[in-house]
């Protein structure tokens, strides 16, 4: 059993099922999507000038009048089908599923005791998480929820302004409304006096509100056992790298729940099969769980298990955002599985629980790459190296550049005694030159997945593989390769 330290939770060890399944299929879904206009509007229907502002004064009015509350319960789910999309999901790769409880606007998406605002009492009137959740177990897919709740209190200040121009200026948003203050939060400490600067803060430092995120985290752990838990911040709620006292610094909220979703899972398999990811990249504090990375990855091949996320598009529905081909999906995939990752992809839905063509296509191709390329990575390891070649993705910030791969670029998993390399530039590629084997590494076979045994020759360590003409030259290929005992 573990204890809420850090001394007791660096012990943790990530489960072998983490380990293997490699790709994951999010569904970062909400109220958030009604409008069908991005991200973060709930924060930035109520800031003038933005575009949601803008959209939301249009279509609905003003946020004085038709607040996020209202928008809250236009959301219905009405053809949300989660067996019939786990089925598609299952069939694109993933191996297990995440859904979302709960995002920075206060919306609960599961029955909760604390707050009214939640999919069972309004809008969907459905238990969203706990449909998702049986429609995977049907796949025997692990299940994960991720709470984007710690930020929400100060994220969500700008319910508390007004307008400072037009003709509702100084009209109270209804975040100040005293009969919804238990949604909007009574964060007024976080919200910038006239002529103040509004200063950014992640995580509060409210302790009232952190008691109550804690009480929200035993909830959905008692109700669902979910398989992983991601807090989109890093363990909350401290902001500072102070790590001298458990008891009396801010990460005692975070390590307590974790701790508590460990203890559970231990009492229901006899050992810790859970997943607890945030984002703070000191393995100081990673360490008590998994690293998760957003919209990036890692240089290299990283000791523990970490996870790499991110969207076809932006996080919640958006008519206008361009969306990953599926190869760009597959390269950030191979590149993060041969240096110790996974990837989780947020499909995104419309506000009636569907998804749209070009999705539907995103999962056909990928279902199809899978098909054939699955053994190379599920159930892989990374190889000494996580790869050859000239070409690395970028890392800054929250880039996702598609990277422009040459024909010496080559990324490595390993499995049973065999390596498995990623030709990233399949289009004009004829022969493959590996440099990374051992002049004692002798290989015996090779074979190009879902087309046979290939001719090779190998000098010195460095392999040469001649390359059918006829294959897959759209997406990476996979080669097998196996080398003699003794």
């Known amino acids: ?290 690293l998760d990375i957003e919209r990036s990855q890692l240089p290299d091949i990283c000791p523990v298990p970490w996870q790499s996320e991110t969207c076809i598009g932006g996080w919640f529905y958006d008519r206008k955002a361009h969306y990953k081909t599926p190869r760009h999906i597959i390269d950030i995939l191979i590149d993060s599985v041969a240096k110790n990752g996974t990837l989780l992809l947020n499909i995104l839905q419309r506000p009636d629980g569907t998804i749209d063509e070009q999705a539907d296509w995103i999962l056909s191709e990928l279902a199809k790459w899978f098909d054939v390329n699955g053994e190379a990575i599920y159930g892989t390891r990374p190889f000494r190296v996580s790869g050859e070649g000239h070409s690395t993705v970028v890392i800054d910030g929250f880039r996702e550049d598609q990277v422009k791969w040459q024909e010496d670029d080559i990324r490595f998993t390993r499995k049973d005694g065999n390596v498995y390399a990623f030709i990233m530039k399949p289009d004009t590629i004829k022969t493959a030159v590996i440099k990374t084997f051992k002049p004692e590494e002798t290989v015996s076979t090779v074979e190009l997945l879902g087309y046979g045994s290939v001719n090779f020759m190998q000098h010195s360590g460095i392999l040469v593989i001649d390359l059918p003409e006829k294959r897959d030259k759209e997406y990476p290929n996979a080669l097998k390769i196996s080398f003699s005992r003794g």
Not at 71 to 96: H, N, S, T
Not at 186 to 195: L, Q, R
Request: net charge negative.
């Open 1 to 290: 059993m573990f204890e809420a330290t850090f001394e007791s939770l660096r012990n943790y060890k990530c489960p072998e099922w983490f380990r293997d399944v490699k790709f994951g299929i999010w569904s970062h879904w909400g109220p958030q999507s009604v409008p069908e206009c991005g991200d973060w509007y709930a924060r930035n229907m109520y800031i003038q000038g933005t575009d949601q502002y803008e959209y939301h004064l249009r279509t609905y009015g003003h946020p004085s009048k038709f607040g996020y509350k209202d928008i809250c319960k236009l959301w219905k789910a009405e053809k949300f089908d989660p067996d019939a999309l786990m089925e598609k999901y299952y069939k694109a790769g993933a191996r297990y599923f995440v859904a979302q409880a709960s995002h920075h606007d206060h919306f609960f998406n599961f029955d909760s005791n604390y707050n009214r605002f939640n999919s069972v009492k309004v809008g969907p009137h459905k238990d969203i998480c706990g449909l998702w959740k049986a429609a995977a177990k049907k796949y025997n897919m692990p299940f994960g929820m991720t709470e984007h709740l710690g930020a929400s209190f100060a994220w969500w200040r700008s319910n508390k302004g007004s307008d400072t121009y037009g003709p509702y200026k100084g009209v109270p948003y209804d975040g100040n409304d005293p009969e919804y203050r238990d949604f909007y939060h009574d964060n007024y400490e976080h919200v910038a006096k006239p002529g103040e600067e509004d200063k950014w803060v992640w995580l509060t430092k409210n302790e009232k509100f952190h008691e109550y995120w804690l009480n929200v985290m035993k909830e959905i752990i008692d109700k669902y056992q979910p398989d992983l838990l991601y807090s989109d911040s890093w363990l909350p709620f401290e902001e500072e790298k102070n790590l001298e006292d458990d008891s009396t610094n801010l990460y005692r909220y975070g390590l307590n729940a974790v701790s508590y979703l460990y203890n559970q899972s231990e009492r229901l398999h006899g050992t810790n099969q859970a997943v607890y990811t945030q984002k703070h990249r000191d393995e100081k504090i990673y360490k008590v769980g998994v």
